[in-house]
């Protein structure tokens, strides 16, 4: 993958209390409880995520969360550019199904798990037609 390309991004601060560092590239969103702008992995199809993490964030750490614009995130499985993707295991960008919310359009290709990507990340809650 070559340099990613962040056009116009845009951040809103989050803070860890996993008690683990969540990952760079991983889909995050708002814990319900605890500190105000607290965020946890996003692991379930039916989650209202936030964003996606561009660096580790360690545990009792702030960091910011990019909500807009072209980041990186991490491949669950095999990825096509122009795709749209959701979040799967681990938090962890997909191929998205029909019927379910999609976090963004893959802009390069995963031929597998566990590769980076870039993603033209949208956020409120598109549903794959």
Not at 45 to 60: E, F, P
Not at 86 to 114: E, H, N, P, Q, Y
């Amino acid at each position: 993958m070559t340099q990613p390309r962040q056009r116009d991004p845009k951040y809103v601060p989050g803070y860890n209390g996993t008690g683990g560092t969540l990952s760079k590239g991983t889909l995050v969103k708002l814990k319900t409880s605890g500190v105000d702008d607290e965020i946890i992995a996003a692991t379930s199809t039916s989650d209202a995520y936030l964003g996606i993490l561009q660096h580790d964030l360690a545990d009792g750490e702030w960091g910011d969360v990019q909500v807009g614009g072209i980041g990186v995130a991490l491949s669950g499985a095999a990825v096509t550019k122009g795709s749209r993707v959701m979040w799967g295991t681990g938090a962890k960008v997909i191929a998205c199904t029909t019927g379910l919310t999609f976090a963004g359009v893959a802009r390069t290709t995963a031929s597998g798990a566990d590769e980076y990507i870039e993603v033209d990340i949208v956020t409120g809650g598109p549903v794959m037609p």
